[in-house]
């Protein structure tokens, strides 16, 4: 079955630095997400993306937080100065459809830990 | 608003047994969709089931079974005859069906199957 793959698996980073992280979607899928999952709570959406605009996020994508889809593969989130609570497990998903009329295909996620 | 529970956090079976995962959801949506998904020890979410709000009928599909209440807001998820590879966390989601791409997922339940 096709896969979602996410990159790096696990990333550390200090206090204030930029983070990219990197993901490949289904290649035939339009729309694609990233959702956040802080150690042992619940997962959280952060941003859905279609057509090359964000087409809905939530109150936790601040301007701190940026996504792109620089060619026709990848999918990536930028964490301009990360904080301390932005250490979570960051999953990528992708979907054919939208308007939650599809089920979400998601990686295997990058653990980010902000020291 | 839309809010999806999980009562228990944690489940404790010896392999054999079964096991029945509650979630019990609000919306004021006439028109949605719901998910489980599992969180094995590898981290990934993993599909399972996505049932619209207008078919009550219950799934079964193997050793897995769902049975949806829409008088209770239930959707409730049953594991026949446990196995040691069901040990994971598992995830209930809720969507609308138009206007927003924001799936709300439940705490989670983590199912520990023993030998």
């Known amino acids: 079955e096709p896969e979602v793959t996410q990159t790096p698996s696990h990333q550390v980073t200090q206090m204030g630095q930029e983070v990219i992280l990197r993901c490949v979607p289904i290649s035939n899928h339009l729309y694609f997400y990233w959702y956040r999952q802080i150690l042992g709570q619940k997962v959280e959406f952060l941003v859905s993306?279609?057509?090359?605009?964000?087409?809905?996020k939530s109150e936790i994508f601040d301007d701190q937080f940026s996504v792109e889809r620089p060619d026709g593969s990848n999918f990536t989130l930028k964490i301009r100065s990360t904080k301390l609570e932005d250490s979570a497990m960051y999953f990528c998903?992708?979907?054919?459809?939208?308007?939650?009329?599809?089920?979400?295909?998601f990686g295997s996620g990058t653990q980010l830990s902000v020291l | 608003a839309q809010k999806v529970t999980q009562a228990q956090t944690e489940i404790s079976v010896v392999e054999k047994e079964d096991v029945t995962l509650d979630c019990v959801y609000e919306?004021?949506?006439?028109?949605?969709?719901l998910f489980w998904y599992k969180q094995p020890p590898s981290g990934e979410l993993v599909f399972l089931i996505r049932?619209?709000?207008?078919?009550?009928q219950n799934e079964i599909s193997g050793r897995y079974s769902w049975n949806f209440q829409k008088s209770t807001s239930s959707f409730n998820f049953t594991i026949t005859a446990s196995q040691v590879v069901d040990s994971a966390v598992y995830f209930c989601?809720?969507?609308?069906?138009?206007?927003?791409?924001?799936?709300?997922f439940g705490t989670g339940t983590r199912l520990k199957v023993l030998a």
């Open positions: 993306f279609y057509n090359n605009e964000i087409s809905e």
């Open positions: 989601a809720l969507i609308r069906t138009s206007g927003t791409y924001k799936y709300i």
């Open positions: 919306t004021r949506d006439t028109t949605y969709y």
């Open positions: 998903a992708s979907s054919e459809g939208g308007w939650g009329n599809e089920k979400l295909f």
């Open positions: 049932r619209n709000s207008f078919d009550e």
